[in-house]
């Protein structure tokens, strides 16, 4: 098992920035495929990127992609997401997800980023 928490999250004009991080206690963290979903007010979850544990490669929905960059510290256990140019829409409690071998998934408790307009 995996345990996540996120931090990060905040208050933020549109056209600034954040920057998310994700700590997992394990002593396998690379084994699991890690990933950024989010939900905003009365929408479901949603993808916004993940990195393989096998190649490295991120992937991003096409609402985030040349705006926010996912990395990850495998000395660290943690992963971060580089949010940058936020707009309004990107509103939404943010969500670290991590994905082992088997298919099992595990969710931090998210955190919340607020884009003002």
């Known amino acids: 098992q995996v345990q996540l928490v996120e931090s990060g999250g905040g208050l933020v004009q549109a056209g600034g920035s954040l920057r998310l991080s994700c700590a997992a206690s394990?002593?396998?963290?690379?084994?699991?495929?890690m990933g950024w979903f989010r939900q905003a007010p009365g929408k479901e979850r949603e993808f916004v990127a993940a990195?393989?544990?096998?190649?490295?490669?991120?992937y991003y929905a096409d609402s985030v992609k040349g705006r926010f960059t996912i990395s990850r510290d495998n000395a660290k256990n943690t992963i971060h997401l580089q949010m940058n140019s936020l707009k309004s829409e990107d509103t939404a409690i943010y969500y670290c997800n991590a994905a082992d071998s088997t298919g099992v998934d595990y969710w931090g408790q998210g955190t919340q980023v607020t884009v003002s307009s």
């Open positions: 990195l393989s544990r096998f190649d490295g490669n991120a």
């Open positions: 394990t002593r396998t963290f690379n084994n699991y495929d």
